[in-house]
């Protein structure tokens, strides 16, 4: 016998607890995903503001110490004008106290041509002493320009005097007598075998390094079509460059290798590694180029130096990074502004 069939039903078919979470499960997921990108956003912006507070505390700072520097020059000038000013006049006083005395002994014309004959020496003398006051203050140079000149001393972090360290540039490298510019050798490369030299590729390393605070330098690349700039820990980042002899960049000067450097291309390109190599153009190539190493803010920023137009900027952990050496590669030759040397600036 046929087993029989169960009749159909409207009643809906008892759903598990499983199956019944399933539809609303994408929803779950996105309602999950807004609220963690809405917890990002919000620590962006307490960073933000945190960061911003602690900016603006610090340009204040600087600003005012650059006041407090320009109100003591203004002093000290008009003191310097007022000192001038109070011996000239008195000189010239005394000096029409004598005149006026011999105005009334006049009658005895001999000894009258003669003191008279020595005041006009003297008043001379004091003429051109007074003509001179605003000299004496100011200068051969405009005012502004020479408290500018002076402004130099309090400047922070003031200009490093940075030389270049024979000892870590490849053999294909020539330096300059006074350690300060670096070229590509033409002709027979020298022979080195210090264990600090850039074996393979056309490098050297200031002899300078940097643990903390800030420190600025600048760099005279000229109209050269390229160039290699930024700051390395030698201690990790030596062993680690380059596969090609004479090479001009490679992806090995990356921060995880103790690189932060920015290059110039041919091509009026310019290239960083961060977690990823990063490629861009600039509206006009700088011929003299700023770096600004920051331990405290952990950043190693490149600007123009002529007009401190921002070129790149990279954020990074550096004091755990270890002594920081400034970094030169004056690049290939492949073009005549490149017979040009790379140039460490000076004040």
Same mark, same amino acid.
């Given at each position: 016998m046929?087993?029989?069939?169960?009749?159909?039903?409207?009643?809906?078919?008892e759903?598990?607890?499983?199956?019944?979470?399933?539809?609303?499960?994408?929803?779950?997921?996105?309602?999950?995903?807004?609220?963690?990108?809405?917890?990002?956003?919000e620590?962006?912006?307490?960073?933000?503001e945190?960061n911003?507070?602690?900016?603006?505390?610090?340009?204040?700072?600087?600003f005012?110490?650059?006041?407090?520097f320009?109100?003591?020059?203004?002093?000290?000038?008009?003191?310097?004008i007022r000192?001038?000013?109070v011996?000239?006049?008195?000189?010239?006083?005394?000096k029409?106290?004598e005149?006026?005395?011999?105005?009334?002994?006049i009658?005895?014309?001999?000894a009258?041509?003669? =003191?008279?004959? #020595?005041?006009?020496?003297? !008043?001379?003398? $004091?003429?051109?002493?007074? &003509?001179c006051?605003? +000299?004496?203050?100011?200068?051969?140079?405009?005012?502004?320009?020479r408290?500018?000149?002076r402004?130099?001393?309090?400047?922070?972090?003031?200009?490093?005097?940075?030389t270049?360290?024979?000892?870590?540039?490849?053999?294909?490298?020539?330096?300059?007598?006074?350690?300060?510019?670096?070229?590509?050798?033409?002709?027979?490369?020298?022979?080195?075998?210090?264990s600090?030299?850039?074996?393979?590729?056309?490098?050297?390393?200031?002899?300078?390094g940097?643990l903390?605070g800030?420190?600025?330098w600048?760099v005279?690349?000229?109209?050269?079509?390229?160039?290699?700039?930024?700051?390395?820990?030698?201690?990790?980042?030596?062993?680690?460059?380059?596969?090609?002899?004479?090479?001009?960049?490679?992806?090995? =000067?990356s921060? #995880?290798?103790?690189y932060? !450097?920015?290059c $110039?291309?041919?091509?009026? &390109?310019?290239?960083? +590694?961060?977690?990823k190599s990063?490629t861009?153009?600039?509206?006009?190539?700088?011929?003299?180029?700023?770096?600004?190493l920051?331990f405290?803010?952990?950043?190693?920023?490149f600007?123009?130096?002529?007009?401190m137009t921002?070129?790149?900027?990279?954020?990074?952990?550096?004091?755990?990074?270890g002594?920081l050496?400034?970094?030169?590669?004056?690049g290939?030759?492949?073009?005549?502004?490149?017979?040009?040397?790379l140039?460490?600036?000076?004040?």
């Amino acid at each position: 016998m046929a087993a029989a069939e169960m009749p159909p039903t409207d009643e809906p078919k008892e759903e598990t607890a499983e199956e019944s979470c399933l539809p609303n499960a994408p929803l779950i997921e996105r309602e999950r995903a807004v609220l963690d990108l809405c917890e990002k956003y919000e620590e962006k912006i307490k960073f933000i503001e945190q960061n911003a507070g602690q900016l603006s505390q610090d340009v204040s700072e600087e600003f005012h110490e650059l006041h407090r520097f320009l109100v003591r020059e203004e002093q000290t000038t008009m003191a310097r004008i007022r000192k001038n000013k109070v011996e000239a006049l008195a000189y010239m006083e005394g000096k029409v106290q004598e005149l006026t005395s011999l105005l009334e002994d006049i009658g005895e014309s001999s000894a009258a041509d003669m =003191l008279l004959a #020595e005041f006009d020496g003297k !008043v001379y003398q $004091k003429r051109e002493e007074f &003509r001179c006051v605003h +000299l004496k203050v100011m200068g051969s140079l405009p005012l502004q320009h020479r408290v500018w000149k002076r402004m130099r001393r309090v400047i922070q972090p003031a200009m490093e005097p940075l030389t270049l360290d024979p000892q870590t540039a490849h053999h294909g490298l020539t330096l300059s007598k006074n350690l300060r510019a670096v070229r590509q050798r033409f002709g027979s490369p020298m022979v080195h075998t210090h264990s600090k030299l850039f074996k393979t590729c056309f490098y050297v390393l200031a002899l300078e390094g940097f643990l903390d605070g800030r420190h600025y330098w600048e760099v005279d690349v000229g109209d050269k079509t390229n160039w290699t700039i930024g700051v390395c820990n030698p201690c990790i980042g030596r062993s680690v460059v380059g596969s090609s002899t004479g090479c001009t960049f490679t992806k090995d =000067l990356s921060p #995880e290798n103790g690189y932060w !450097v920015l290059c $110039k291309l041919p091509g009026e &390109r310019y290239q960083a +590694l961060t977690s990823k190599s990063f490629t861009f153009r600039l509206k006009k190539s700088p011929t003299r180029v700023g770096v600004y190493l920051d331990f405290r803010n952990a950043n190693i920023g490149f600007h123009d130096a002529e007009n401190m137009t921002h070129m790149f900027t990279f954020k990074d952990d550096f004091q755990s990074a270890g002594k920081l050496h400034p970094f030169f590669g004056p690049g290939l030759v492949t073009s005549e502004p490149d017979c040009e040397p790379l140039r460490v600036c000076v004040v």
